[in-house]
């Protein structure tokens, strides 16, 4: 397979000016008109005229109206034309119900949708597939179906036909189409301007309760993206359509959203709270698109940060915006130190704005997603919050319509604010987490920080250049009072000392508030310090993570020392814990603790050898002894913060909900599960029942409960995907892979439903000490699967091989038995391109 180069970029040699497509619609013959206008592209160099095609049968073409033989090649067809503008038109023939890739037009429970990002459009008709051709779309679609949709706004149609719209030009990947039986829930926006937009969620029968949840969020991404950043909606009407098979989240074609069922259908009694947040969230994210992705697009894949990173840092502002605000940064860091920490430091490592790539759904990564968010979350912190507004708005203003790079989106910061960025563009060239460590000193009323930053080596990137870190600080009295509210610290060398003058006593630092730069902070520092920052930071992130460092110090002290517990930790989280003046979802979050695979890389960045069973083992322990400390404490907590009220699954009920699940957690440690399956037996939503039937698994009384559960929720694959995923993450790690295999074998379990597939086997991924087990057995398992499903699906294949990612972390046997599994998987002639490019990257 071929590896494309970002620096092999050059314009494609025609411009399209109007594209016409007819669908014939009929499940193993569909048919595709096509009739494109093209013109020569003056700012191109080269007139090859090839179109990217794909597993097309091609029953027909002609140029300006007369019939032509192209020549046609395993990835497209090339013709020769005239060096002026001309007619192209084509008819294929494409088989939807036999797609199980789940790419291009395929069917999903009888109905017709599409999923064109990144290159899916190639696989519905012969077309320059690549982000920076845009045109302008009219769609007529043909088919016996009651509800048939596509992009921009309806034009007209009669019985089996349809056609629409789009007047926005747009690059293929945004091209959508849906047709089937489907249900709508209505409504309606005006927007500032006073523009009415019809609302449509279309969702199959069944399902028509579960949309209204999705619709408030769309109303409020609306009115937000209007009020903060100015933003339109520019079309008649936006629709959006729930599909049970998906390979992604979703995805915000123009006027025509398509999501994966799971996130947006939503209520009480299916979904719980984190489902609710994340669906507002993803709603939020697709719906912000439009502007910035569609209006202003990529000018190629390798720019796929450019609409990536911008778009989850406004959603995970409007998400601060809808909640609370540190507890969604903290919520962010947790993930991003869980996906993008661990890709960064793992055989996977890549730029945020990557140079190279085989397959480009690889690339649809944490790092390009979350530390892409987090690039712009710094870009702001150094510009401030008013020249960051300026720059955004000179960034619609200028590139409206345009197909844009990194250099075009750094250049508006650079012309909005005068600043040089040349230094700040290397946190998108330079793959790698920088290690910070910090040493202080004071004297004579001055207290100095001095950092240092060094990046490890990642593939193809042995040595870093220092990047500029904003370091926000304060700092205490020891009497707790802030004696330096937080301050932005521009660090830019490697080496860089920072003084604060007229300080009486020698203050304590809070380093990295907000966590203001995605880094690996390191500093040697106390318990007692650790726990005062708990007490009295100001910064709410810094106080979580205070928090967060003494249990990992406490469990990292377990695992290489065998120590007991740390009875530090123990005293300040009962203090926060019992503290009721504290946001309840922070204290939760207080009580979650570093995960699996945060100790295990703290455990290399320590020179050490993890060993899964004995980290899973020490947060088990870990776990045990804060029951027993928290013990008159927990029956209190959990019955304060029942909630009475009829449900809402706003902010203030789900953290009640979540610190009251935390305290049953810890009280079925102590009860056998008692309260867990009164709780279970009363339930009367999806957050509480869920909660309560993983205490009884963890308890190991969850037999009834699984019966029940199943017999409950059979007819509904959301929830039965949540049953499958339960079973395994609350396994004991020795039955984790027997627990899975055994769930395989469920007459509903199917590899066909991406959702299944990773409530399934992700779920035995996402369990390291199940998936690591010393046995091998795990590492079997998954590759027999991910064997199985390659030639159906390549991109959910590709995907999950990054459950092998940390293996160069282990210890010779189990990196043996991981070897042993990857070299089989590549030994197989007729692996996908997908997959065969992440094992390799993997194997290295
Ligand atoms: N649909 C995916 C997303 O929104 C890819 N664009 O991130
Ligand atoms: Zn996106």
Not at 199 to 226: H, Q, T, Y
Not at 335 to 350: I, M, Y
Not at 543 to 550: D, F, I, Q, V
């Amino acid at each position: 397979p071929q590896t494309i180069y970002l620096s092999d970029y050059q314009p494609f040699g025609f411009i399209v000016d109007s594209v016409h497509l007819t669908f014939r619609l009929a499940p193993t013959a569909t048919r595709v008109i096509s009739r494109i206008a093209f013109r020569p592209n003056p700012a191109a160099q080269s007139r090859d005229f090839f179109l990217h095609g794909e597993q097309l049968s091609l029953i027909d073409a002609k140029l300006d109206g007369a019939a032509v033989s192209p020549e046609l090649t395993p990835t497209g067809l090339r013709l020769d034309v005239p060096d002026a503008p001309f007619v192209f038109e084509t008819e294929v023939e494409i088989s939807p119900e036999t797609n199980t890739a789940l790419e291009g037009l395929y069917m999903s429970n009888g109905m017709y949708c599409t999923q064109c990002e990144a290159e899916g459009f190639r696989k519905i008709t012969y077309y320059p597939d690549r982000p920076d051709v845009m045109s302008v779309f009219t769609v007529r679609i043909e088919g016996d179906l009651p509800v048939l949709l596509s992009n921009g706004n309806p034009v007209a149609q009669g019985d089996g036909w349809a056609e629409w719209h789009d007047p926005w030009p747009k690059p293929a990947y945004l091209f959508a189409l849906v047709g089937g039986e489907l249900l709508n829930h209505p409504d309606t926006f005006t927007t500032k301007s006073g523009k009415p937009v019809e609302l449509n969620i279309w969702v199959r029968p069944g399902d028509e309760d579960k949309c209204a949840f999705g619709m408030e969020a769309l109303k409020k991404s609306m009115k937000w993206d209007e009020d903060v950043y100015g933003r339109e909606y520019d079309l008649d009407i936006f629709n959006i359509v729930a599909v049970d098979d998906f390979n992604m989240g979703a995805m915000e074609n123009k006027g025509l959203n398509i999501f994966n069922s799971s996130c947006v259908l939503a209520s009480p009694d299916t979904s719980t709270d984190m489902n609710f947040e994340r669906i507002e969230a993803i709603i939020a994210h697709e719906y912000f698109h439009n502007w910035t992705g569609n209006r202003i697009t990529c000018r190629d894949w390798f720019q796929l940060c450019l609409k990536e990173g911008l778009t989850v840092f406004r959603d995970s502002q409007f998400t601060a915006d809808m909640r609370s605000a540190p507890v969604k940064r903290i919520s962010d860091v947790i993930q991003l130190r869980a996906r993008q920490f661990r890709e960064d430091n793992g055989p996977l490592a890549h730029p945020v704005r990557p140079e190279s790539f085989v397959e480009i759904n690889n690339f649809y990564t944490a790092t390009v997603y979350e530390k892409g968010a987090e690039l712009i979350g710094m870009l702001k912190t150094l510009v401030g919050d008013e020249a960051y507004e300026n720059a955004l708005n000179l960034y619609f203003d200028r590139h409206d319509g345009d197909a844009a790079t990194i250099e075009d989106w750094l250049q508006v910061f650079e012309d909005a604010t005068g600043r040089d960025l040349s230094q700040f563009k290397r946190w998108y060239s330079q793959a790698g987490t920088p290690r910070l460590s910090v040493s202080e000193e004071y004297a004579d009323g001055t207290y100095t920080l001095t950092f240092r930053q060094s990046t490890p080596p990642t593939p193809s990137q042995p040595v870093k250049d220092p990047r500029v870190i904003p370091i926000a600080v304060g700092l205490l009295n020891p009497n707790g009072d802030e004696v330096v509210p937080t301050t932005v610290l521009e660090m830019t060398e490697a080496e860089q000392s920072f003084a604060f003058d007229g300080l009486a006593v020698r203050p304590v630092p809070s380093i990295l508030r907000g966590f203001s730069a995605p880094v690996i902070l390191q500093r040697d520092t106390t318990n007692e310090e650790r726990a005062f920052l708990l007490a009295h930071d100001t910064d709410p992130f810094n106080k979580w993570e205070s928090g967060r460092a003494l249990a990992r110090d406490g469990l990292l002290h377990m695992i290489r020392d065998s120590a007991a517990p740390d009875m530090a930790y123990l005293e300040a989280l009962t203090a926060v814990v019992r503290d009721d003046a504290q946001d309840p979802a922070f204290r939760a979050l207080a009580m979650g603790l570093p995960s699996q695979d945060d100790l295990a890389q703290a455990l290399v960045d320590l020179g050490e050898i993890p060993d899964p069973q004995a980290i899973w083992q020490a947060l088990e322990t870990l776990r045990q002894a804060t029951a027993q400390h928290m013990q008159d404490l927990l029956p209190r907590i959990y019955a304060q913060y029942q909630v009475d009220a009829p449900f809402q699954p706003d902010a203030e009920q789900s953290g009640a909900r979540a610190l009251a699940n935390a305290a049953l957690a810890l009280l079925s440690r102590l009860d056998g599960g008692a309260q867990a399956q009164k709780q279970y037996d009363a339930a009367d939503n999806m957050t509480q029942q869920l909660a309560a039937f993983g205490c009884l698994l963890s308890a190991g009384k969850g037999q009834a409960a699984t019966k029940a559960f199943y017999e409950r929720w059979k007819h509904d694959r959301l929830v039965i995907d949540k049953w499958f995923t339960m079973q395994i993450v609350q396994a004991d790690p020795d039955q984790a892979a027997d627990v899975t295999a055994a769930l395989t074998q469920h007459p509903d379990f199917t590899m066909k439903n991406p959702n299944r597939f990773r409530a399934t086997l992700g779920a035995l991924a996402m369990s390291p000490a199940g998936f690591h087990h010393a046995s091998g057995k795990g590492y079997a398992l998954l590759a027999d699967w991910l064997i199985q499903l390659d030639p159906l699906n390549p991109q959910t294949t590709a995907r999950m091989c990054s459950a092998f990612e940390t293996w160069r972390r282990y210890d010779a046997d189990r990196q043996a038995l991981i070897a042993t599994q990857l070299d089989r998987i590549l030994e197989i002639d007729t692996l996908s391109r997908d997959t065969r490019e992440m094992v390799e990257r993997i194997r290295k």
